[in-house]
């Protein structure tokens, strides 16, 4: 089993940014998912690596932009502009599908690192 290893996290005020990244072999789609405290996980944004097709949650999207590097082994989410309800812990997915189509935030991911926490105050 591939591990993966979110870095990044802190502690940010409302308007601020943070980069978060993960550390991992290649896989064919990535995502990040965060769960804020009595929520439930939600997807965040995720990328297929074969295209560069990327998916994004309506909450984050032009705020947030999920990338690789040229090698495809770090994952990275570019958060901006965040605000108190973006708090919660951030975990990197990912997902063994070769399938475009098939790369979604509502897709089932099988592969999980242990989560950063992401805090912003107002």
């Known amino acids: 089993q591939k591990q993966l290893v979110e870095s990044g996290g802190g502690s940010v005020q409302a308007g601020g940014s943070l980069r978060l990244s993960c550390a991992a072999s290649t896989y064919p789609c990535m995502g990040w998912f965060r769960q804020a405290p009595g929520k439930e996980r939600e997807g965040v944004a995720v990328?297929?690596?074969?295209?560069?097709?990327?998916r994004y949650a309506d909450s984050v999207k032009g705020r947030f932009s999920i990338s690789q590097d040229n090698a495809k082994t770090t994952l990275y989410l570019q958060m901006n502009s965040l605000q108190p309800e973006d708090t919660g812990k951030y975990y990197c997915?990912?997902?063994?599908?070769?399938?475009?189509?098939?790369?979604?935030?509502?897709?089932?991911?099988?592969?999980w690192g242990q989560g950063t926490q992401v805090t912003v105050s107002s």
């Open positions: 997915a990912a997902r063994l599908t070769y399938a475009e189509y098939d790369c979604r935030l509502q897709s089932l991911f099988g592969f």
């Open positions: 990328i297929f690596s074969n295209s560069g097709s990327t």
